[in-house]
C-alpha cells in the first residue's frame, strides 16, 4: 500500500542550491500536482499535471520546474533555492483533476539558509 | 482577499459537544467541494466530498450554500480524535483544487 511516496522527507540547502524533490505514485492515476505549505497561508498550488507529457502552472510556480515523463513519477525541481521557498511540500495525485479524491504523500520539509 | 477563508480557531470543544465552522470561496464557477483533515504536521485526508443537497457521514454533516457561497461542516457527539486542523477545499477549475489554510478543532476531556 504504498501509495503517493515523497523524497527526502527533510531537506537543508543554502541559498542558490538547486534539488529535486521526488514524487512517485502507483495507483496509476493521471492527475498529480505539487503543493506547498506555509503557516497561516494554506496548501498552495505549484504545478501539476494530467497525464504524462502535460504540466500547467498552477497559483505559485516561479523558481519551480517539473516534468511528467512517466505516469508514476512526478519531479519537482528547485532551480537555485530561496528563504522564501522553505516550506512543507506535498505531493498529491487523483484519478481525477476535478471530482476525485486527492491523496497526497508524507510531505518534504524543506529549510533553505 | 483570499480565494478560500476559513476562521483558523482554534475551537475548542468539550468531548460530546457539537462544533461547526464554515468556508467561504470567492470564484461561483466552482463545482466540487471537499472538507480534509489534517493532523499534526501529517499530510491531508479526504474527510467527505460536499454535494449540493447536503451530506452527512456518521457524525460529520457538510452542507453548501451556493447563494452565499460557503460550505459547512458539522460534528456531532465531538471526540478527543477528532482534534485536527480541518481544511477546506474548492475547485473552481479543472485541475486546480483550492485550498482554505485551516480550522483548527481541539476536543477537550
Known amino acids: 500500500n504504498a501509495g503517493v511516496t515523497q523524497t527526502p522527507k527533510f531537506q537543508v540547502l543554502k541559498t542558490g542550491q538547486s534539488m529535486t524533490l521526488q514524487c512517485a505514485q502507483d495507483?496509476?492515476?493521471?492527475?498529480m500536482s505539487w503543493y506547498r505549505q506555509d503557516p497561516g497561508m494554506g496548501l498552495r498550488l505549484i504545478h501539476y499535471s494530467v497525464g504524462a507529457g502535460i504540466t500547467d502552472q498552477g497559483e505559485v510556480p516561479n523558481g519551480y520546474n517539473v516534468s511528467r515523463s512517466t505516469t508514476e513519477d512526478f519531479p519537482l525541481r528547485l532551480l537555485s533555492a530561496a528563504p522564501s521557498q522553505t516550506s512543507v511540500y506535498f505531493c498529491?495525485?487523483?484519478?481525477?483533476?476535478?471530482?476525485?479524491?486527492?491523496?497526497f504523500g508524507e510531505g518534504s520539509r524543506l529549510t533553505v539558509l | 482577499r483570499k480565494e478560500v477563508e476559513q476562521d483558523p480557531g482554534p475551537f475548542n470543544v468539550p468531548e460530546g459537544a457539537t462544533v461547526a465552522f464554515n468556508c467561504t470561496y470567492s470564484?461561483?464557477?466552482?463545482?466540487?467541494f471537499f472538507w480534509y483533515r489534517q493532523d499534526c504536521r501529517k499530510e491531508p485526508k479526504l474527510l467527505m466530498s460536499v454535494y449540493s443537497s447536503g451530506n452527512e457521514d456518521g457524525r460529520f454533516t457538510a452542507q453548501l450554500n451556493r447563494a452565499s457561497q460557503y460550505i459547512s461542516l458539522l460534528i456531532r457527539d465531538s471526540k478527543l480524535s477528532d482534534s485536527a486542523t480541518y481544511l477546506c477545499a474548492v475547485n473552481p477549475s479543472w485541475g486546480k483544487l483550492q485550498f482554505g489554510a485551516g480550522t483548527q478543532v481541539v476536543v477537550t476531556p
Open positions: 495507483m496509476n492515476h493521471e492527475y
Open positions: 470564484n461561483s464557477a466552482s463545482q466540487s
Open positions: 498529491a495525485s487523483s484519478s481525477s483533476g476535478s471530482t476525485g479524491e486527492l491523496f
